[in-house]
Every structure is written in C-alpha cells, then in structure tokens.
Nanobody, 125 residues
Framework: QVQLVESGGGSVQAGGSLRLACVAS????????MAWFRQVPGKEREGVAA???????AYSESVKGRFTISKDNAKNTLYLQMNSLKPEDTAVYSC???????????????????WGQGTQVTVSS
C-alpha cells in the first residue's frame, strides 16, 4: 500500500521561505513521477511542480523561478523548496505519485493515483 506523508507546512510572511517534505513508502515503481499539487477551498487543484525518475522537472508558471522540486532517493523523500512566497501561494499542498513517466502531462492531477493528506501553507502579507 502506497503511503505519502507530507510535512513542513506552516505560516510565513510574504517574501519568506518554507521547505515541504513528502516521505513515500509502499511502492516499487521503477519508473515514476512525483509531484506537488495545491488547492484552495472552492478552486480546482493546481499542479505546482513535478519530477520523474529520469530527472525531468516541470513547474507551473506561477511558481517558476521561486520553487524548486527535488528528491532524495535514499530517503524516499520528495521536497519542495519554496522561496519568495506570496499570499497567493496560500493553500493545502499535497504530494502525489504515479507509476509512469509522461513528460507532457506531469502536472495533470488526474494522472496521479496516490496522494498524501496534505499540509497547510499560509502566507501573510
């Protein structure tokens, strides 16, 4: 059973930084894509960043240049370094994994079948 557990969320002022972590367990996908999504109540889930086992990455335009996705395979942990945070980054951030690589659909939430519970990020102005 795949389990994804996020941590690192919290409250920060605009311009600040946070690093989210997602510890993954219970899957043996040799080729996979892991991603961060975020959601605000009343809005659709938004793909933020993704990385696959070939090292390819994808970012939404709204976070490009400010957020960096990475992973530590030895620790089975996915990270999201978030810098220059803005109030509009406030959301619940969730990590997800899928058992394939498809570069043109890395931020499409419907292609992911395993999700964490999420961690709240609040950015105040």
């Amino acid at each position: 059973q795949v389990q994804l557990v996020e941590s690192g969320g919290g409250s920060v002022q605009a311009g600040g930084s946070l690093r989210l972590a997602c510890v993954a367990s219970g899957y043996t996908y040799s080729a996979n894509t892991m991603a961060w999504f975020r959601q605000v109540p009343g809005k659709e889930r938004e793909g933020v960043a993704a990385i696959d086992t070939l090292g390819s990455t994808a970012y939404s335009e709204s976070v490009k240049g400010r957020f960096t996705i990475s992973k530590d395979n030895a620790k089975n942990t996915l990270y999201l370094q978030m810098n220059s945070l803005k109030p509009e980054d406030t959301a619940v951030y969730s990590c997800a994994v899928r058992a394939f690589i498809y570069r043109s659909r890395m931020l499409l939430s419907g292609t992911y079948n395993n999700w964490g519970q999420g961690t709240q990020v609040t950015v105040s102005s």
